[in-house]
Structure formats: C-alpha cells, structure tokens
C-alpha cells in the first residue's frame, strides 16, 4: 500500500499501525540481508511507536498525516539516541544528542521510524558503499547499484521496506538512485524544506532533504510534512499556504504546457537507450496536450557549469574534512580525499569565480523559463552500472575521467536551485529502470508536483515491482 493508502487506512480504523510496522519489518526481515539497504533497524522502538499510534487512534486523538505510516531516514539525517554513522569509519560509533529538523517533523507528523539506510561516507559519491557498512544492492538486479547517495533509502521503498524514506541531494542523491530504482525522487526548491542541523548555511549550493516514494502522491504527502520556515535556517522559505497533495490530487490538466527538452546538456555523454526512454516518456506529456520542444542547441549548453560545480562541492567537502586530515586520511574515502586535494589546490579568487558562473548558470536557466513552464532531459546517463566501481568507465563510447562526469544532469539544478523530479521512463530492454527529470520554475514546487502527478496517471507506475534478480540473474 502507498502511504496516502495507509495513512487512510488507519484513520478510518480499517488497519492498524501495529500490523502496518509488523509487515515493513518482517519485509526488512526477509530482503534486508541481500539489499543492504539498511544499517541500523530500530524494530523496538519502531513497534512501541506503532502501538501508541494505535492506542492513540482508539481513543479519538488527533492524528497527524502520516500517522501510523512506517518510513526511514538517511544515515546522514542525525537522530536523538540512535546511532548515525555518515557512512564514515570516523563516525562510526556517533549517536546523536538531537533529531534534525527533518527527523523532528517526521516523527511530530504521526510516522513511525523503522530505521536508517545505507549512504556512502558523507554523501560524497553516486553509489551506496562504505567501509562501516559495506554495499547497497540494486532490488531490480543486485549485481547493480541503486546509485547514491540515497541508495539505501531508494533500495528500500523499491523493495517494500516502508513507502517513504528520507533523502538528501546536493548532487543529484535524492533523484538518481530514485532513477536507479524506478521511483519518484523529488528536489524541493532551495529552502521549501529547512536544514537544520547544518554546519555551512550560507553555502552557494543548498543541501537539500526530500521524498523517494513509489508514486507523486506520497512525494507529496512527504513534502507537506516537511516543508514549512525555520529560524535555524535562515535561507527557508515562507510558508505560502500551498497544499502539495490536494494539488496532486486535484488532477488538473496541464493542456497547453510548453516543455523544453534539454538533451544532454550539449556535453554529457548519454546512453542511447536512456534517450530513447526518456523520449518515449516525454511523448506522453505530449499526448496529455503539453507543447514539446527541443531547446535550441546554444541555449542548452551548460557546459561552463562543470568546473565551477566541482570547485563549489570540493570547498564544502574540504572544510568538513579538514579536522580529520592528514591523521586519518587511510580511512577516508579516495573520492573525498580527491576533494580535498582539488579544492586545496584552487584560491580564494577561484572560488569567487565559481560562483560568478553559478550566477550566470541561473539567469541562463531563469531566462529558458520565460518560454518553457517545465524543462526535460534524463536524470541519469546511463541505467544502472555493476556494484563494485563508483563509476562507469565509459559512457556511450566515452571515457569518463571522474564521478563528476556522471552526475552534471542532476547537479546543475542544485546549483540554480529550482525544484526537480525523477520519475520513471520505462525500462530497458534488460528491465533495469530508467529516470525521465522534469525541472519546474523557481520555487513552483507545486506546478511540478501537478505536471509530475498527471504523467503518473498517463503512465503509471507503481504497480511494477523488482523481481529481485541476483548477479547470477537466477530468480530470488
């Protein structure tokens, strides 16, 4: 059942909490130990919360909207009392005095925790592995990645081990492992969801929380609990009185949209077959009246992007680090390292520079939105890749030098900050999933939500469900 379902459900008394947890978890029970998704299962407490939400709705209490509705939280996201590792040998024994914000309004909203999911250290990569904890393992095949850095909350919820998780994404870590995995990953605006605790507020690029769910309608559910101002993050937005999932299921058409089709960037290498994919889907906006355009070739080049993103991730990166360096560099991530290295190397000027680009980046993107009311292109260059690297060799014929030439799909729209989605395309001819991202105007959040909510009903989605093929491609 979605979370919308359940939530429902328990309000009108029909289920349970109790039966709701007891299933995630026997679920948890039986693919956990193949998937990897998750590092620490609060099966405990998660079963004395689900009581209480129980007693809570026998005795006519006022319920919150997710209440009673099992969810997970990234080990990124720190949690009062329960151990949060950042995927880190240097963290591995942290538990946390406070929840976050995000943790905090989960849990005040009526869910219950059933735990922690798996992230590479800091989520500094594109797929889910770290020293602590080891590999995530993709449900639709586990010899693949689930991607990163959410990996083990999309692995999750595309196994049926709880309808909602918790995602961060500074690169891209919410909607390519919701690409990997064949799920909805949504990228709130900057702001539209409060970070708090974090260490760097006034950052160029806004780490962001948000949803990995099976449907637009639990995206939108999520989001509504979590979005909303706070003074601990004095970069969040107000509350505009928006209700996301009454937009969703308002079902409005969106006849007459014009959508631009940005391709690959005019530079990323991208898998033919993911074009394909990504076309199809678009052609189903298409069909529900929506105008389809290729964006002109000289406006769709965002190629100037890349060295000033790198710079701006590697600055952040090297500041967090630093205390641990050079002790204890043996065991941090090389991908970390390469960071600290690459951000060491460049000047204060250069950084300044990097957000003069990042400037001109968003007027660019800015300036597209006064003809278009949603972009397009692919949230991944390529499907799902094997476990055991962090990143292909080679892209469509072309080598890649570095992570980063894997992810300037998604990161680019960190950098200007406007809301994007991940939703499924439709699979490869070897059934491994494939994301379609559609990018909204500045904080339209909800035209987003509603554009993303009509596709799902042309296309739906959330009955398909992972096989669970292993490497050996034998059935589990």
Sequence with gaps: MSATELAAAIRARELSPVEATEAVLDRIAALDPEL???????????????????????????????????YSLKDLTPTKGIRTTFGSRLTEHHVPTEDALVARRMAESGGVLVGKTNTPEGGCKAVTDNPVFGPTRNPWHTGRTPGGSSGGAAAAVA???????EGSDFAGSIRIPAAFCG????????????????????????????????????????????????????????????DFPSVVAAERPVTGWRVGWLGNLGFVPVEAEVTRACRRALGVLGELGCELEDVEPANADFSAAVEAYVLLNAN???????????????????????????????????????????????????????????????????????????????????????????????????????????????P???GLPVGLQLVGRWRGDADLLRAAGAYERAAPWADRWPPLVPASGVRA
């Design 316 to 426: 952040r990166r090297a500041a967090l680090m630093e205390p641990h360096l050079p002790e204890r560099e043996r065991d941090v991530d090389p991908l970390m390292i390469w960071r600290v290295e690459h951000s060491r190397a460049r000047t204060a000027t250069d950084a300044a520079r990097a957000e003069m680009v990042q400037s001109a980046v968003y007027q660019r993107v800015r300036r597209l939105f006064e003809r278009y009311d949603l972009l397009a292109l692919p949230t991944t260059p390529c499907p799902p890749f094997e476990i055991g690297v962090d990143y292909p060799a080679e892209i469509a014929g072309v080598p890649l030098a570095s992570q980063f030439d894997l992810i300037p799909l998604t990161y680019l729209f960190n950098m200007t900050g406007h809301p994007a989605v991940s939703l499924p395309a439709g």
């Design 183 to 242: 799920l909805v990953g949504f990228k709130p605006s900057d702001g539209r969801i409060p970070t708090a605790p974090n260490p760097m507020l006034w950052h160029p690029i806004t780490y962001c929380n948000g949803p990995i769910t099976r449907s637009v309608a639990d995206a939108a559910l999520m989001l509504q609990v979590l979005a909303g101002p706070d003074d601990a993050d004095p970069r969040s937005l107000p509350d505009t009185g928006e």
């Design 428 to 430: 490869t001819e070897d």
């Design 159 to 165: 196994a049926g081990m709880a309808p909602l998780a």
């Design 36 to 70: 990897n998704a998750f590092c620490t299962v609060t099966a405990e407490t998660a079963r004395h919360r689900a009581r209480e939400a129980e007693r809570q709705v026998l005795r006519g209490d006022p319920l919150g909207p997710l209440h009673g509705v099992p």
